[in-house]
């Protein structure tokens, strides 16, 4: 099955330093993948989609300065929090959506990443 | 708008069947996901269903959509405690790569 995976799992940083987090597709292409927040007991919402080879397009009250998005390949793309801010600290999920998938929009899940700032 | 609904607790004797509701308010949804997320992990895609069908079964997960009340629900039969997790509706929209995720139901499976 397709696999998505997410580096790191975890990661605690101190306020106002920067965070880079991968998601890379393992066995698959993605030309495009998605970021995703999820606070405590909540549902997921979607920060960016990220798009091979072109600029995100970042969803409404999303800052697209202090989340930086970079898609490179079709396998990776990386998500940077600048300055990071301890309301910053949240779990972090990409996905990513098979070149070869069609119609279904099905989209490929990540392990998603614990950030904490202090 | 779009807008996906659900209720967000459901408890089920372990062996019994569960029942996960699901309404979402756009009609141009073009397919429709069930997602499991365990503590701590990301969303396994568990079945999703296009919007021009009824019914689709998977082993022990029956999806059923009502189109004209827009309303998705999915049955576990024989429930276990390992399906204890939280399960998201979602869908997708045509012309669109997005998916909207619901709240998201805790299914608690207690012996």
């Known amino acids: 099955g397709a696999v998505v995976s997410q580096h790191p799992s975890w990661v605690i940083c101190k306020s106002g330093t920067s965070v880079k987090i991968e998601c890379r597709s393992l066995d698959f292409q993605a030309t495009t993948m998605f970021w995703y927040r999820q606070f405590p007991k909540q549902s997921l919402m979607l920060m960016a989609t990220s798009n091979e080879g072109s600029k995100a397009t970042y969803e409404q009250g999303v800052e697209k300065d202090k989340f930086l998005i970079n898609h490179a390949s079709l396998t990776l793309s990386t998500l940077t929090v600048t300055s990071a801010h301890p309301e910053d600290s949240s779990f972090y999920i990409c996905s990513a959506r098979d070149r070869l998938a069609g119609d279904s929009n099905e989209q490929f899940f990540g392990p998603g990443t614990r950030l904490t700032v202090l | 708008g779009e807008d996906v609904e659900q209720s967000l607790f459901l408890s089920v004797r372990e062996g019994d069947s569960s029942v996960i509701n699901c309404t979402y308010t756009d009609s141009s949804s073009t397919y429709l996901y069930w997602y499991k997320q365990e503590p701590g992990a990301g969303l396994q895609l568990l079945t999703y269903i296009f919007s021009n069908m009824d019914m689709k079964q998977d082993q022990r997960l029956t999806v059923l959509l009502n189109k004209k009340d827009k309303h998705l629900s999915l049955r576990i039969a024989d429930t276990q405690t390992g399906d204890s997790a939280i399960y998201f509706c979602?869908?997708?929209?045509?012309?669109?790569?997005?998916?909207?995720f619901g709240a998201g139901t805790r299914l608690a499976v207690h012996p």
């Open positions: 979602a869908e997708s929209i045509s012309g669109y790569n997005k998916l909207i």
